[in-house]
C-alpha cells in the first residue's frame, strides 16, 4: 500500500490550495479515506473524510466550510480543497485509509504573509 500527497506549500492568509493523495496497492473504491493534519508542535487531528464511493463526507467542527473533500477512483485519487485559509491552517497533511489504517507521508502547508 502506499498513498502519496502532493499540493502544499507557502500561501498567504487567505489563499487556497489542492491537495492530492494517490493511492496504490489495494483496491481504492473499496474504502473510505481521511485527511488529518499535524500543526507544529501539536497532535495530529482529523480533517475530513470521504466515503468509498465519495457521496459522504464529514468534517471536523474546525474545518466545515473551510474546506471541501472529494475522491476520483477513477484515478486513485482523494482531494483536500482548502479556502480562505489563515495562519492556523499551518500544519503537515496526511492521508490515511480508513478501516486499513496506511498513512501517506504527509505535505507541508504554510500559511504565512
Known amino acids: ?8 506549500g507557502l500561501v498567504q492568509p487567505g489563499g487556497s490550495l489542492r491537495l492530492s493523495c494517490v493511492a496504490s496497492g489495494f483496491i481504492f473504491s473499496g474504502f473510505g479515506m481521511s485527511w488529518y493534519r499535524q500543526p507544529p508542535g501539536k497532535e495530529r487531528e482529523l ?22 473533500t472529494s475522491r476520483d477512483n477513477t484515478k486513485n485519487t482523494i482531494y ?3 479556502n480562505n485559509l489563515n495562519t492556523e491552517g499551518t500544519a503537515v497533511y496526511y492521508c490515511k485509509t480508513n478501516i486499513l ?10 500559511v504565512s504573509s
Do not use: F, H, P
Not at 500500500?1 to 502544499?8: C, F
Not at 496506511?102 to 507541508?108: I, K, R, S, V
Open 47 to 68: 480533517v475530513a473524510t470521504v466515503s468509498s464511493a465519495g457521496g459522504v463526507t464529514n468534517y471536523a467542527d474546525t474545518m466545515k466550510g473551510r474546506c471541501i
Open 101 to 110: 489504517g496506511y498513512w501517506g507521508q504527509g505535505t507541508q502547508v504554510i
Open 80 to 82: 483536500l480543497q482548502m
Open 1 to 8: 500500500v502506499q498513498l502519496v500527497e502532493s499540493g502544499g
